[in-house]
């Protein structure tokens, strides 16, 4: 009897940290809108410069715990902590800032998730057969340019990017470094435009959030998801010759 109660004990142990950040994202969701939206940052913009100009390293340090724990459990206002490190921080080192903070985070849910089922998830697909084996195995041999690819297209949802890998046995440190690279272009956009709300706070109105679709933004970017597709398209040239 021990020895079944053990490894279902162990099972529940491992999803614990998932089953809270769907809990508190749950809750989050419900309570904080208000919270962590433009019109918060709007009203306390001055308490907040005030409390920059009198601690800089600890505004700094509590601005990226804030951040990590909002992608960590993915908490509405991932885009106002953005502009947040824009307006206080400046483009650099504001986008520093929120680049280090959402990677953080982002591993955060990606660890919870891997080990709570995407391990065992994994398992399952690389044992599959059939389409579902094709579809693993081309991912797996091309897991850089997947996970750039994921990160670079604007449609893609963050907290989307952050759970699939999970189920896919990606390496941590793979993970990491195409999170931290691939969400670049996004972040400094967005950092740059809350490094400019200041203007905007004057003229009472509030920030153009859909510039990163806008021709100038989006062609560099679709271009940076074309460069990372290429090996894909590569490898699947080379098997179609094969054939």
Known sequence: MSDMTEPQAGGIARRL??????IVAAIGAFTLRDFLSFE????????LLAFRDANYLGTVLAFIAVYVVIVAFSLPGATVATLTGGF??????????????????????FTAARWGFGERLGAKLEGSEGAVKKIKDGIDENQWSMLFLIRLVP???FFVANLVPSFMQVPTHRFVISTFLGIIPGAVVYTSVGAGLGEVFARGETPNLGIIFEPQILLP??????????????????GTKGL
């Open 155 to 157: 449609a893609v949802p």
């Open 88 to 109: 206080l921080f400046a483009t650099f080192p504001g986008a520093l800032f929120n680049i280090t903070a959402a990677t953080i985070g982002a591993t955060a849910i």
């Open 17 to 22: 940290p998932l089953i809270a950040i769907l």
């Open 221 to 238: 970017i679709l271009g940076l998801c074309a460069l990372a597709a290429l090996p894909i398209a590569i490898k699947a040239l080379r």
């Open 40 to 47: 918060a940052l709007r009203d306390n913009r001055e308490a």
